[in-house]
């Protein structure tokens, strides 16, 4: 075969420091564009985004990059387009770790919908519980010394 073909579907989770609540809803919906836009830049696809104050959930369709350096340049880029929108993101970073976890395609209105109602989903829940909670469902060890900053 001459050519390479990869579509991996990536369920992408990141706080911000601390969880503090700063993604506000007037900000969220151009957050999720210029997100999308440094997915595009970077080869990937945005298929939704959802948030809920401190955190936030992005469903990736990839190609073949490394997804340690895509996530970098999402939080590096993303956090420094934030604070030059208003003094009050001035202080705006993301926490430094994320979880990433791979779904199959059939999955993917069911995540879809898990990633459009974040704020629902959050009115019970912390972003701690939630992401224990994802980490559990994917099968992923944590240490919750390092996990939360």
């Known amino acids: 075969m001459p050519q390479s073909l990869v579509k991996i579907l990536v369920h992408v989770v990141f706080s911000t420091k601390d969880r503090a609540k700063i993604i ?16 595009r830049n970077n080869g990937a ?22 997804i340690a350096e895509l996530i970098g340049d999402v939080k590096r880029d993303s956090s420094s387009w934030i604070k030059k929108q208003d003094a009050r993101f001035e202080r705006f970073y993301w926490q430094r770790g994320y979880g990433a976890f791979s ?10 919908k898990y ?32 996990c939360w900053d």
């Open 115 to 146: 990633v459009r109602d974040q704020k629902k989903h959050h009115e019970g829940q912390t972003f701690q519980d939630e992401f224990r909670a994802l980490c559990q469902k994917y099968g992923v060890e944590i240490d919750e010394r390092y």
């Open 24 to 39: 506000t809803p007037e900000i969220e919906l151009q957050l999720f564009g210029y997100i999308g836009g440094i997915l």
């Open 103 to 112: 779904i199959g395609q059939s999955q993917v209105a069911a995540v879809s």
């Open 45 to 66: 696809r945005l298929i939704i985004a959802g948030a809920a104050y401190d955190h936030i959930h992005l469903l990736v369709s990839l190609g073949r990059m490394d």
